[in-house]
């Protein structure tokens, strides 16, 4: 099955400076990586996501960039916020579809003022 | 719309015990999941459904039971709670069986198995 891998596990940054994430998928067959950001006792929430034909997608502040051949994806948030504090996660579907999403570790991101 | 909604918000039980988690959804999606989510493990998939009638196994299936009579229900059993049982569990859905449909998640319940 899918195996997805993210980097780092704690993220401290500077308010106003940019954050990036990083994951590794294993499934050649994945073509859906979403980005969720979780709050303390919150759902996980969609904050962005790329299908695998295209290899940048922007929204904002936020940015995802995917390379296939390599099998990684990255978020980068620029101009961090104090709000931008929270975990994210990084998830593949497995090849098939209907097999749901396989979820990374979690980044815990802290932005310090 | 509700969205995806989940009952009950929290939940202790004692090991041997037998609880449903419900779960349900008002945007007719097809496909809907259950997740498990434990410090540091990320979410992991239990079960899942792709319609009404048609469940099957996630990656962590062991001790969970589904069931999907309606489009709009899926409900989780927990036959005979153990310690391990412990987390908090995130239904979800999404519009389409194309795995590249966005999924939605449910507010979790926490489960706690003494």
């Known amino acids: 099955g899918e195996n997805v891998e993210q980097h780092p596990s704690t993220l401290s940054v500077q308010e106003g400076d940019s954050a990036v994430i990083k994951c590794t998928y294993s499934d050649s067959a994945s073509n859906y990586f979403p980005w969720y950001k979780q709050e303390l006792g919150k759902r996980p929430q969609l904050i962005i996501d790329i299908r695998s034909n295209v290899g940048e997608k922007k929204d904002q502040r936020i940015a995802v960039t995917l390379n296939k051949t390599a099998k990684h994806f990255s978020l980068h948030i620029t101009e961090t916020q104090p709000e931008d504090s929270a975990v994210y996660f990084c998830a593949a579907n497995s090849g098939g579809g209907a097999d749901g999403l396989t979820f990374g570790k979690g980044t815990h991101l802290i932005i310090q003022p | 719309n509700a969205g995806v909604t989940q009952t009950p918000k929290f939940q202790v039980l004692k090991t041997g015990q037998s609880m449903t988690l419900q779960c349900a959804q008002d945007m007719n999606h097809e496909y809907m999941s259950w997740y498990r989510q434990d410090p540091g493990m990320g979410l992991r998939l239990i079960h899942y459904?792709?319609?009404?009638?048609?469940?099957d196994q996630g990656e962590v299936p062991n001790g969970y039971n589904v069931s999907r009579s309606t489009t709009e229900d899926f409900p989780l059993r927990l036959l005979s709670a153990a310690p391990s049982q412990t987390s908090v569990y995130f239904c979800a859905s999404r519009g389409g069986l194309s795995g590249t449909d966005t999924q939605y998640f449910g507010p979790g319940t926490r489960l706690t198995v003494l």
């Open positions: 459904s792709v319609g009404a009638g048609i469940t």
